[in-house]
């Protein structure tokens, strides 16, 4: 377990690579003032060329802007889905957000390395300007094998109601915490618990299963607006990576990454 006394404050420990991570999504996202163009077919060509090489398959979908003005009709705004070849990595833009994410993780280098790349083609094409808000998203899930051995996997105080007898009969017990960390300006929103057969937190980015299992989504971001350069983002967005990476060693045991293939 990490000897960090504050995962809020603390140095981040060294990265220890777990081969069997129970990570099932990463999410990076930065949402900039509306770019009217972007939802416009003609414009999109020039980033879709900028992405072709490593995510040659384009979707187009649609998402429903909800008015509540009576003579105003629901509009639908255009999301454009580019995905890598085995469909691991997509990239989601609209008129005022860009997503990147994958159910592949690797390592913290890899990931930043690709989102960079990412991020730099909007900047090249659509020079947004600025950015409203910047976050990033890690979710593991705890399944199978694993799930009976939460009590020496997890530390005590994340544990809860499933740490007493009445574990036992706890069909569904979540728990939220948002942190404030200053160093960045920013806030770590935390949840974790146990869900039951077929539940999800969040079915875009988990999907639901048909077995119980215990959730640790860590979602740090910052709504400070600041200028969109590529490289500064994606340097802030390493340190939020660090202070995630930090709370979550802070609540996992060593009899954890072991079990997960940390060496």
């Known amino acids: ?68 003005a009576s003579d105003e009709p629901v509009k639908k705004e255009p999301v ?22 994958t159910r592949k993780y690797e390592s913290r280098k890899d990931f930043l390395k690709k ?14 300007g600025l950015v409203d808000r910047v976050g990033l998203r890690y979710v593991d899930q705890v399944t199978g094998e694993g799930f009976p051995k939460l009590p020496s996997f997890i530390r005590q105080e994340m544990l809860g109601v499933l740490a007493h007898s009445l574990g036992e009969s706890t069909f569904h017990s979540l728990s939220e915490s948002v942190f404030d960390v200053p160093e960045q300006n920013a806030r770590l929103l935390t949840r974790w618990g146990k869900i039951p057969e077929g539940g999800t937190i969040d079915p875009g980015v988990m999907e639901p299963i048909d077995t119980p299992s ?32 930090s709370f979550f060693r802070w609540v996992v045991t060593d009899e954890f990454l072991k079990y997960y293939g940390g060496q």
């Not at 999410?27 to 020039?46: E, G, N």
């Not at 454009?80 to 994410?101: C, H, I, M, N």
């Not at 960079?116 to 947004?128: G, H, I, K, Q, T």
Request: net charge negative; hydrophobic share 45%; charged share 30%.
């Open 1 to 68: 377990m990490s000897s960090a006394n504050n995962p809020l404050i603390d140095p981040a420990p060294a990265e220890i690579p777990l081969k069997d991570a129970p990570l099932v999504r990463v999410v990076s996202q930065v949402r900039f003032p509306t770019i009217a163009s972007i939802a416009k077919r003609d414009f999109i060509a020039p980033f879709q060329e900028a992405l072709r090489a490593k995510y040659p398959i384009l979707r187009e979908e649609n998402i429903l802007e909800v008015t509540f």
């Open 80 to 101: 454009w889905r580019f995905f890598d070849a085995e469909e691991d990595w997509r990239v989601s833009l609209t008129s005022g957000f860009l997503a990147f994410e």
């Open 115 to 128: 989102l960079r790349f990412v991020l730099d083609a909007l900047e090249e094409c659509f020079s947004p």
């Open 214 to 245: 215990w959730i640790l989504d860590l979602d740090m971001f910052s709504r400070q607006r600041r200028e969109y350069k590529a490289e500064e983002i994606s340097e802030l967005i390493s340190e939020f990576a660090d202070r995630i990476y």
